[in-house]
């Protein structure tokens, strides 16, 4: 099945910072990797789960921006990542009400407040550490800023690569999908959960996020069904149609020889499927049922 965006008050509490073991933890994994920009950059931004924004370890409070509009442009410029956007296309994606006129206006408002929040040292026409212009076109400087979600994304292409090694690394994807499950705090920039410009890259990294919970739940499997479970729980608690953590679920449950509580899942996503698509579970997933309900299940099944 097809993830859905799940609808979550965009006004629930902003969750905490990421511990500095884990930012740390990060850093080890991809100390490699070109171009990673450690969790000791300049600029260290959190958007899932919700949007904070550290400068030199210190965070930045919600009045340095001034603005509303501000922080619009500079989440925006952080979901563009290192792409370029003209100063026309980043209004009309931001403010598409506006006049010509006021719309411009208030992009240079906007982006001179920006400018500001994040280098209040800076000489008026100095130039800019994180926004980059390009005639009319801006992007951000990615090389000074460790941001989430881009740290998240790498870890996960990481443990896919350790994985597609000869022999696998499997100890080494394990520690990567662990580590970016764990920065994975939720959904991206909730405070823009109704905003166009933001839903593709949300829903994107929650594709992602589902996948890489998944192969860690079946990597774990023999070693840690527990730990499984709980991580079925977690995608399922985002998506209940998600098949693929059903099975992942009944077969930890059989790893734990709880066959009725194995059972019990794959019935709960039947009554979910029926409910929400009036469809049956998919047939691998009913032929892992059948499995386990006649005793058949070897523990090897996918």
């Not at 490699?32 to 260290?44: E, F, Q, V």
């Not at 881009?150 to 999908?177: G, K, T, W, Y």
């Not at 929650?206 to 729980?233: D, H, K, V, Y």
């Not at 019990?264 to 409910?275: G, I, S």
Request: with cysteine.
């Amino acid at each position: 099945m097809t993830a859905k965006l799940s609808k979550k008050d965009p006004s629930l509490p902003i969750p905490a910072p990421l511990p500095v073991g884990l930012l740390q933890r990060a850093d080890i994994l991809l100390a490699k990797h070109p171009g990673y920009a450690s969790s000791t950059a300049t600029l260290r931004v959190q958007t899932l789960g919700g949007f904070r924004v550290w400068y030199n370890n210190s965070e930045l409070m919600a009045n340095v921006w001034g603005r509303e509009k501000a922080i619009h442009l500079f989440q925006f410029l952080l979901t563009l990542r290192r792409q370029y956007a003209h100063k026309e296309q980043i209004i009309d994606r931001l403010w598409p009400d506006l006049e010509i006129d006021k719309g411009d206006r208030d992009f240079k408002v906007a982006l001179n407040a920006v400018n500001k929040a994040l280098e209040p040292k800076r000489e008026a026409w100095g130039e800019s550490s994180f926004v980059q212009r390009h005639d009319l076109a801006y992007s951000l400087n990615m090389r000074n800023i460790w941001l989430d979600g881009e740290v998240f994304e790498l870890l996960v292409e990481e443990a896919n690569s350790a994985l597609l090694q000869r022999p696998p690394d499997e100890q080494r994807a394990i520690d990567l999908f662990d580590t970016a499950v764990h920065i994975y705090k939720g959904e991206y920039l909730p405070e823009r959960l109704y905003e166009d410009w933001s839903s593709a890259e949300r829903e994107r990294l929650q594709l992602l996020a589902f996948g890489a919970m998944i192969r860690l739940g079946e990597l774990l499997l023999s070693r840690e069904p527990l730990e499984t479970i709980r991580l079925t729980q977690r995608v399922l608690a985002y998506d209940s149609v998600w098949e693929d953590a059903y099975r992942l679920q009944m077969r930890a449950y059989m790893a734990q020889g709880n066959r009725p509580l194995a059972l019990r899942t794959y019935e709960q996503c039947e009554d979910v499927l029926e409910k929400e698509f009036g469809v049956p579970p998919l047939p691998e997933t009913h032929d892992l049922y059948q499995q386990i309900r006649q005793g058949k299940y070897v523990g090897n099944g996918a």
